[in-house]
């Protein structure tokens, strides 16, 4: 069976085509990864602090330096940009907030967010929110993630 040019030419063309958009999505994606990570980067130098384990995921990024123990989160959304950081060692603990409602016989989740709860009683309560249904369509990873960070921040609280 021969083949000709022509049709191993749109047969390579048709094979750009259905990968360019994934090819595409893919750097998308990197180059938000580095600028949330760049963002971390920077509120952790504020604070003369070093990232040694984060994760970036959609609209927010969470960081640790476990040496110094400090926690540091950036969201970005189209409107509002928030970053804070907690420093572990005025934390007496953290948990996970599920604000949930009830439609239709099914649990939706409304809104997780971890927060920190110092052990001075005149300081304020930390909230770094992961997911809020206003903001975004569904869940996708995010309770994971949360879950992950928990028990990384729980781990370190106990060490302290």
């Known amino acids: 069976m021969d083949l000709d040019l022509g049709t191993a030419i749109s047969g390579g063309i048709f094979i750009v085509l259905c990968i360019l958009p994934f090819a595409l999505m893919y750097i998308k994606r990197k180059k938000n990864e580095k600028q949330f990570l760049q963002s971390l980067l920077t509120i ?3 604070q003369n602090c070093q990232i040694s384990q984060y994760d970036v ?6 960081g640790i330096d476990q040496t110094k ?10 409107d509002i940009t ?8 005025a934390i007496k603990s953290c948990e996970i907030i599920n604000t949930s409602s009830i439609e239709s016989t ?23 929110e992961f997911f809020n249904r206003t903001s975004n369509i569904q869940l996708c990873g995010e309770l994971q993630l ?15």
């Not at 995921?57 to 969470?62: L, P, Q, T």
């Not at 099914?106 to 770094?128: G, T």
């Not at 949360?146 to 302290?160: C, D, G, P, R, V």
Request: charge should be positive; aromatic fraction near 16%.
């Open 106 to 128: 099914q649990k939706i989740i409304e809104k997780l967010e971890l927060r920190f709860y110092p052990v001075a009683i005149d300081q304020q309560i930390i909230k770094m």
């Open 44 to 46: 952790a130098k504020q």
């Open 82 to 89: 928030y970053e804070c950081f907690a420093n572990l060692s």
């Open 57 to 62: 995921f959609g609209v927010f990024g969470i």
């Open 69 to 78: 123990n400090v926690v540091f989160f950036y969201r970005k959304t189209k």
């Open 146 to 160: 949360i879950e992950k960070w928990s028990a990384i921040i729980n781990n370190q609280l106990k060490t302290k």
